[in-house]
């Protein structure tokens, strides 16, 4: 007697997704996760479009991580113009690109996630039952969006970031109310770190991930040429494709994706495997739980955006410091005189490593484009942890299985909306 | 007072709109002890949509069968509908190419796999079933979603501003970048309800909030047109949230 569980759509995760659990008996035979978001076709819509409208239309690809869209795209673009930024304008993108970090984990770890650690169904229930830990996730998470409005003009889809150069640089007295909004949230990130520390799971481990990020240069952890792997291999971003093998899945309207013909994983608990430079606090935090996030599966992964919490919220201050000590005017943007040519560049989004890639011809319209997501990147590990998962379980009833694949599917942290556009040129 | 009992769901859209709903963070635990969320995929195990609902909020543009399933489901189940954000109003930036063949964009992405998938040009919830009130914007004004959420708990929708971006840019005194600045702004034609968010920090109006009621579009075509920028690459900066533009129209 063959038999199918079917969780559909799955809750408390970005987009669309569905899992089927096919069982023979009470064997599993197969677990498939099908990603059947909406597809808007963004590699066709950017074509025929001039490389200054592009981040404009990208950064739509997404709400949750429309910040770093829009930061990978004008690096390749400008990466394809040849034109290099001012100090002023790099400041503040990092600034920003901390700030959807911020709201991006903030949102996943206690909106998404901690309905679980309480065992309620969505916000009323985590008014209830925990109050003060929903109190403190809207401060972290309002901190994060501070940035993101006062840097970028706007909470969702910035609008002062573009090619060459920004808009208006933020008011002293804009810098200042941030510093003192991030300054009240810091220890209150490290209370969240705390509070996902008992929340490991238990029992039988799971596969061991392969590990896959942008390779740090300089302080910024996630901003970088080249990418690096757990074998301490690392190639230049550019290259990815050499990279990265492609499959179109059959159940979804995305396609997976393999590193070296193994599933690969990136994200907070790849970042910190990695070797990214932390900050103290974070750093603290990493060597206080060193056990617990590197002999890990990916169900760590929520205890290591908490640790990006604390490391994100301390680099913005660093940043927001020499911002106030440099005091900058508002400068014009560099000029871009179009040449035709192909810019690709990596930038670690807050699910993990995203690539952008856009070719140009003479008049600097864009001719083709790639967006390689991290969902698209974990789908494949995901759906290996699912199987594991599932198998471990059997002859759980529907409910525990249920409750227990979407968890896990939590951890990675899936961002649909961006994973299903994808194009090989 | 009886809790209005709710329900958000996104179509074809990035999360924006419901991603605004969770930006509220002073108001958010009000909302969820004010409001019953009935149906809310994003934040809450709930996976069907039972009713009776009294107000449904939907994101999105509705470019499949499934989305047009829930749509359906929605509509059925509740008293009123509300269409939240470009999207669900106007088509929004996944429509922006729905004068080329959706089967030709589908195989730019997925080539031979296009084939596979059950699509269509993304439309507007009132292509499909009747919308009660809308709130436009890409993303939507947290301020606009916070007027309308409690206007429902009077039992009534709110009103908002019909009147173009530059009236609310010329009141915040910003250099007009249309006319002094000669850029492409499309303030003129845009509806109104962000305070001028993008001319504010020098950056000209990109027409999320879609077409103001009365917009000038041929005086504003033919002024773009004489600074010297061409036909095309004005058509591709107003399609991108709407396509439907009639170049001709003068109000």
């Not at chain 1, 208006?168 to 770190?193: D, F, I, M, N, S």
């Not at chain 1, 005189?337 to 140009?360: D, M, N, Q, W």
């Not at chain 2, 991603?19 to 994003?42: G, K, M, S, V, W």
């Not at chain 2, 964009?105 to 439309?123: C, I, R």
Request: proline letters at 6%; one cysteine or more.
């Amino acid at each position: 007697m063959s038999s199918v569980l079917e969780i559909s759509p799955l809750t408390r995760v970005e987009g669309h997704g569905r899992i089927e659990v096919h069982f023979a008996g009470t064997k599993v035979e197969t677990v498939s996760l099908s990603l059947y978001e909406s597809p808007r076709f963004f590699e066709a819509l950017l074509k025929g479009k001039s490389y200054a409208e592009v981040p404009e239309i990208i950064c739509r690809v997404c709400s949750l991580c429309s910040t770093v869209h829009r930061i990978c795209s004008l690096h390749a673009i400008e990466r394809a113009m040849d034109i290099q930024v001012s100090e002023q304008v790099r400041l503040y993108r990092e600034l920003i690109l901390y700030g959807g970090h911020i709201q991006s984990h903030a949102l996943h770890l206690f909106c998404l996630v901690l309905p679980d650690c309480f065992n309620v169904a969505g916000l009323a229930g985590l008014a209830d039952k925990a109050p003060q830990e929903l109190q403190r996730w809207l401060r972290i998470k309002s901190a994060g969006n501070l940035i993101q409005e006062t840097v970028g003009g706007r909470t969702i889809h910035p609008v002062t970031l573009i090619p060459g150069g920004m808009g208006k640089p933020v008011a002293r007295e804009g810098l200042l109310k941030l510093k003192e909004a991030l300054q009240r949230v810091l220890p209150e990130t490290h209370q969240a770190y705390e509070l996902f520390r008992p929340f490991l799971p238990n029992g039988d481990k799971l596969a061991t991930p392969r590990y896959l990020s942008v390779r740090p240069e300089g302080a910024s952890p996630f901003l970088g040429d080249n990418l690096t792997m757990g074998n301490g291999e690392t190639i230049p971003a550019d290259s990815y494709m050499n990279l990265l093998c492609e499959r179109m899945s059959g159940t979804g309207n995305a396609k997976t994706i393999l590193v070296k013909n193994q599933p690969a994983t990136v994200g907070a608990l790849a970042r910190l495997n990695l070797g990214m430079p932390l900050t103290p606090m974070a750093a603290a935090a990493f060597e206080e739980s060193r056990m617990l996030l590197t002999d890990a599966d990916i169900r760590a992964n929520n205890l290591a955006q908490a640790v990006e919490l604390i490391l994100t919220v301390e680099r913005s201050l660093d940043i927001i410091e020499i911002l106030l000590k440099a005091d900058f005017t508002r400068e014009e943007p560099a000029r871009i005189v179009p040449k035709k040519g192909r810019g690709s560049t990596a930038v670690e989004a807050p699910r993990g490593l995203l690539i952008h890639s856009y070719s140009f011809d003479g008049r600097g319209i864009c001719r083709g484009a790639d967006i390689i997501t991290p969902t698209v990147i974990n789908q494949a590990a995901m759906e290996r942890d699912l199987l594991a998962l599932a198998t471990h379980m059997e002859g759980a009833d529907d409910e525990a299985l249920t409750d227990a694949l979407e968890r896990l599917v939590r951890a990675y942290d899936p961002c649909i909306s961006c994973a299903v556009h994808v194009l090989k040129i | 007072m009886k809790k209005p009992i709710i329900a958000i769901a996104g179509l074809t859209a990035c999360s924006g709109c419901q991603l605004t709903l969770l930006n509220c963070e002073e108001e958010l635990p009000e909302i969820a002890q004010r409001f019953i969320i009935d149906y809310f995929p994003l934040g809450l195990t709930e996976r069907l949509i039972t009713g009776p609902i009294d107000v449904a909020i939907v994101e999105g543009a509705v470019s499949t069968p499934s989305d047009l399933e829930i749509l359906m489901k929605l509509r059925n189940s509740s008293h009123s509908l509300v269409a939240l954000g470009t999207c669900a109003l106007w088509g929004g930036i996944a429509a922006m190419k729905n004068q080329e063949s959706r089967k030709d964009l589908a195989e730019t992405v997925y080539g031979s796999a296009a084939d596979g998938l059950k699509t269509f040009n993304p439309q507007p919830l009132h292509r499909f079933v009747k919308i009660d009130f809308a709130i436009t914007g890409c993303p939507p004004e947290t301020g606009e979603l916070l007027a309308t959420l409690a206007a429902l708990l009077r039992g009534t929708f709110p009103v908002f501003p019909h009147y173009p971006v530059c009236s609310e840019c010329r009141s915040r005194e910003n250099l007009c970048l249309l006319i002094e600045r000669n850029e492409m702004c499309l303030g003129p034609l845009i509806q109104a309800g962000c305070n001028a968010r993008c001319p504010a920090v020098g950056i000209g109006c990109e027409g999320c909030r879609g077409p103001v009621t009365e917009a000038n579009v041929a005086a504003e075509t033919e002024l773009l047109l004489k600074k010297g920028f061409p036909m095309d690459e004005i058509v591709s900066r107003m399609q991108r949230f709407y396509p439907e533009w009639d170049y001709e129209q003068r109000s």
